[in-house]
Protein backbone atom coordinates (compact mmCIF):
# COMPACT_ATOMS: atom_id res chain seq x y z
CA UNK A 1 0.00 0.00 0.00
CA UNK A 2 1.24 3.31 -1.08
CA UNK A 3 0.20 6.56 0.34
CA UNK A 4 2.32 9.77 -1.30
CA UNK A 5 -0.29 11.89 0.86
CA UNK A 6 0.59 10.58 3.88
CA UNK A 7 3.85 13.14 3.20
CA UNK A 8 4.08 16.05 6.27
CA UNK A 9 7.42 16.30 7.45
CA UNK A 10 8.51 16.30 10.86
CA UNK A 11 9.40 19.31 12.36
CA UNK A 12 12.37 18.13 13.97
CA UNK A 13 14.87 16.49 11.80
CA UNK A 14 16.19 15.00 15.01
CA UNK A 15 12.54 13.45 16.17
CA UNK A 16 12.43 12.19 12.46
CA UNK A 17 11.52 8.27 12.36
CA UNK A 18 14.17 6.05 10.94
CA UNK A 19 13.81 2.61 9.91
CA UNK A 20 16.17 -0.35 10.04
CA UNK A 21 15.54 -3.19 7.25
CA UNK A 22 16.56 -4.53 4.59
CA UNK A 23 14.09 -3.92 1.35
CA UNK A 24 16.97 -3.80 -1.52
CA UNK A 25 15.65 -6.70 -2.97
CA UNK A 26 13.94 -5.63 -6.43
CA UNK A 27 11.55 -8.84 -5.89
CA UNK A 28 7.86 -8.43 -5.69
CA UNK A 29 7.99 -8.63 -1.71
CA UNK A 30 10.93 -6.67 -1.39
CA UNK A 31 8.83 -3.58 -3.53
CA UNK A 32 5.89 -4.13 -1.19
CA UNK A 33 8.28 -4.11 2.18
CA UNK A 34 9.81 -0.60 0.02
CA UNK A 35 6.30 0.62 0.42
CA UNK A 36 5.08 -0.79 3.48
CA UNK A 37 7.85 1.37 5.25
CA UNK A 38 7.61 4.73 3.20
CA UNK A 39 3.85 4.35 4.31
CA UNK A 40 4.80 3.68 8.03
CA UNK A 41 7.74 6.54 8.04
CA UNK A 42 5.34 9.25 6.45
CA UNK A 43 2.19 8.36 8.77
CA UNK A 44 4.37 8.73 11.86
CA UNK A 45 5.92 11.92 10.29
CA UNK A 46 2.34 13.11 10.17
CA UNK A 47 0.65 12.00 13.46
CA UNK A 48 4.56 12.91 15.03
CA UNK A 49 4.12 16.43 13.66
CA UNK A 50 0.13 16.67 14.96
CA UNK A 51 1.29 15.85 18.08
CA UNK A 52 3.62 18.29 18.70
CA UNK A 53 1.47 20.84 17.49
CA UNK A 54 -1.01 20.11 19.90
CA UNK A 55 1.08 19.89 22.75
CA UNK A 56 2.25 23.96 20.99
CA UNK A 57 -2.21 23.94 21.94
CA UNK A 58 -3.14 24.08 18.19
CA UNK A 59 -6.65 23.28 18.36
CA UNK A 60 -8.66 20.40 15.76
CA UNK A 61 -12.02 20.47 14.71
CA UNK A 62 -14.27 18.41 12.21
CA UNK A 63 -16.08 15.15 12.91
CA UNK A 64 -13.09 13.02 13.24
CA UNK A 65 -11.37 15.69 15.72
CA UNK A 66 -11.35 13.54 18.46
CA UNK A 67 -9.79 10.59 16.56
CA UNK A 68 -6.81 12.31 15.46
CA UNK A 69 -5.88 13.69 18.57
CA UNK A 70 -5.91 9.51 19.77
CA UNK A 71 -3.54 8.87 16.75
CA UNK A 72 -1.56 11.71 17.27
CA UNK A 73 -1.22 10.42 20.94
CA UNK A 74 -0.53 6.62 19.66
CA UNK A 75 2.54 8.04 17.28
CA UNK A 76 4.22 8.71 20.63
CA UNK A 77 5.64 5.54 21.20
CA UNK A 78 7.84 5.31 17.48
CA UNK A 79 8.65 8.99 17.10
CA UNK A 80 12.51 9.19 17.23
CA UNK A 81 13.27 5.86 17.01
CA UNK A 82 14.43 3.32 14.45
CA UNK A 83 11.67 1.09 13.38
CA UNK A 84 11.92 -2.89 12.26
CA UNK A 85 10.27 -3.83 9.06
CA UNK A 86 7.61 -5.82 11.25
CA UNK A 87 6.85 -2.40 13.07
CA UNK A 88 6.48 -0.75 9.69
CA UNK A 89 3.69 -3.44 9.12
CA UNK A 90 2.07 -2.89 12.63
CA UNK A 91 1.74 0.97 11.44
CA UNK A 92 0.62 0.37 8.07
CA UNK A 93 -2.28 -2.16 9.53
CA UNK A 94 -3.05 0.15 12.52
CA UNK A 95 -6.78 1.68 12.05
CA UNK A 96 -5.42 4.30 14.89
CA UNK A 97 -2.88 5.68 13.04
CA UNK A 98 -4.98 5.61 9.29
CA UNK A 99 -4.19 9.46 9.02
CA UNK A 100 -3.67 11.32 5.77
CA UNK A 101 -2.75 15.36 5.04
CA UNK A 102 -4.69 16.51 2.10
CA UNK A 103 -2.99 19.70 1.24
CA UNK A 104 -5.05 20.18 -1.90
CA UNK A 105 -8.49 19.57 0.57
CA UNK A 106 -6.90 21.20 3.40
CA UNK A 107 -8.07 19.20 5.59
CA UNK A 108 -6.78 16.15 7.23
CA UNK A 109 -8.63 12.74 6.40
CA UNK A 110 -8.44 10.28 9.53
CA UNK A 111 -9.66 7.44 7.87
CA UNK A 112 -12.47 4.85 8.61
CA UNK A 113 -13.38 3.25 5.59
CA UNK A 114 -17.50 2.86 6.65
CA UNK A 115 -17.19 6.75 7.38
CA UNK A 116 -15.51 7.55 3.77
CA UNK A 117 -17.74 9.37 1.39
CA UNK A 118 -15.33 9.19 -1.36
CA UNK A 119 -15.58 5.53 -2.43
CA UNK A 120 -18.28 4.65 -0.56
CA UNK A 121 -16.61 2.04 1.69
CA UNK A 122 -15.13 -0.08 -0.81
CA UNK A 123 -11.42 0.40 -0.36
CA UNK A 124 -8.84 0.39 2.21
CA UNK A 125 -7.49 3.45 1.86
CA UNK A 126 -9.02 6.94 1.04
CA UNK A 127 -9.27 8.30 -2.68
CA UNK A 128 -8.17 11.94 -1.48
CA UNK A 129 -8.52 13.55 -4.87
CA UNK A 130 -12.25 12.95 -4.50
CA UNK A 131 -12.60 14.61 -1.09
CA UNK A 132 -16.30 15.18 0.39
CA UNK A 133 -17.19 17.75 2.25
CA UNK A 134 -19.06 16.58 5.29
CA UNK A 135 -17.03 13.54 5.59
CA UNK A 136 -17.03 12.02 8.72
CA UNK A 137 -13.29 11.51 8.44
CA UNK A 138 -12.66 15.49 8.20
CA UNK A 139 -10.36 16.98 10.69
CA UNK A 140 -9.11 20.52 10.68
CA UNK A 141 -6.31 22.21 12.52
CA UNK A 142 -5.50 25.82 12.87
CA UNK A 143 -2.95 25.86 10.04
CA UNK A 144 -5.37 24.40 7.92
CA UNK A 145 -7.83 27.31 8.82
CA UNK A 146 -5.12 29.45 8.09
CA UNK A 147 -4.75 28.50 4.72
CA UNK A 148 -7.77 28.40 4.19
CA UNK A 149 -8.63 32.03 5.00
CA UNK A 150 -5.25 32.71 2.82
CA UNK A 151 -7.43 31.59 -0.18
CA UNK A 152 -10.47 32.90 0.83
CA UNK A 153 -8.77 36.11 0.31
CA UNK A 154 -6.94 35.10 -2.93
CA UNK A 155 -10.39 34.06 -4.63
CA UNK A 156 -11.66 38.24 -3.55
CA UNK A 157 -8.67 39.21 -5.46
CA UNK A 158 -9.46 37.32 -8.23
CA UNK A 159 -13.26 37.99 -7.82
CA UNK A 160 -12.32 42.15 -8.55
CA UNK A 161 -10.67 41.27 -11.54
CA UNK A 162 -12.87 39.24 -13.75
CA UNK A 163 -16.68 39.80 -14.72
CA UNK A 164 -20.00 39.18 -12.68
CA UNK A 165 -21.06 35.82 -12.68
CA UNK A 166 -17.30 34.05 -12.13
CA UNK A 167 -16.37 36.94 -9.63
CA UNK A 168 -20.00 36.01 -8.44
CA UNK A 169 -18.67 32.14 -8.32
CA UNK A 170 -15.27 33.44 -6.34
CA UNK A 171 -16.80 35.58 -3.53
CA UNK A 172 -19.40 32.31 -2.82
CA UNK A 173 -16.35 30.46 -2.70
CA UNK A 174 -14.79 32.47 -0.50
CA UNK A 175 -17.43 32.95 1.45
CA UNK A 176 -18.07 29.34 2.02
CA UNK A 177 -14.33 29.18 3.59
CA UNK A 178 -14.68 31.80 5.98
CA UNK A 179 -18.11 30.17 7.34
CA UNK A 180 -15.55 26.88 7.65
CA UNK A 181 -13.32 28.91 9.24
CA UNK A 182 -15.66 30.30 12.04
CA UNK A 183 -17.32 26.84 12.68
CA UNK A 184 -13.64 25.84 13.22
CA UNK A 185 -13.25 28.73 15.55
CA UNK A 186 -16.72 27.74 17.09
CA UNK A 187 -15.66 24.11 18.02
CA UNK A 188 -12.44 23.45 17.55
CA UNK A 189 -10.77 21.61 20.76
CA UNK A 190 -7.42 20.96 22.01
CA UNK A 191 -5.44 18.91 23.74
CA UNK A 192 -6.87 19.97 27.34
CA UNK A 193 -10.43 19.65 26.44
CA UNK A 194 -9.80 15.50 26.09
CA UNK A 195 -7.76 15.66 29.50
S1 LIG B 1 -14.09 11.91 1.67
FE1 LIG B 1 -12.16 12.94 2.24
S2 LIG B 1 -12.08 12.81 4.50
FE2 LIG B 1 -13.61 11.32 3.77
S3 LIG B 1 -12.48 9.37 3.61
FE3 LIG B 1 -12.46 10.34 1.58
S4 LIG B 1 -10.55 11.53 1.54
FE4 LIG B 1 -10.97 11.03 3.69
Known amino acids: MTNPDRSRSCNDPD ?19 LLDVETARATIDTVADLHDDLEDGLGVSGPAARRAITAAATAVQYTGT ?13 PQLAVYDNPNALLMCVY ?6 CHRGIKDTPSLDRC ?9 TDQHITKILDRADL ?23 RDLAEAHHR ?3 TLQDTA
Request: aromatic share 2%.
Open 132 to 140: VAGCGNIAR
Open 15 to 33: LRTSVSVGYASRSRDGIHD
Open 155 to 177: LDRRAARVPGPLADRFRRNAARL
Open 187 to 189: TRI
Open 112 to 117: KREKAL
Open 82 to 94: VISLRQARQIVAN
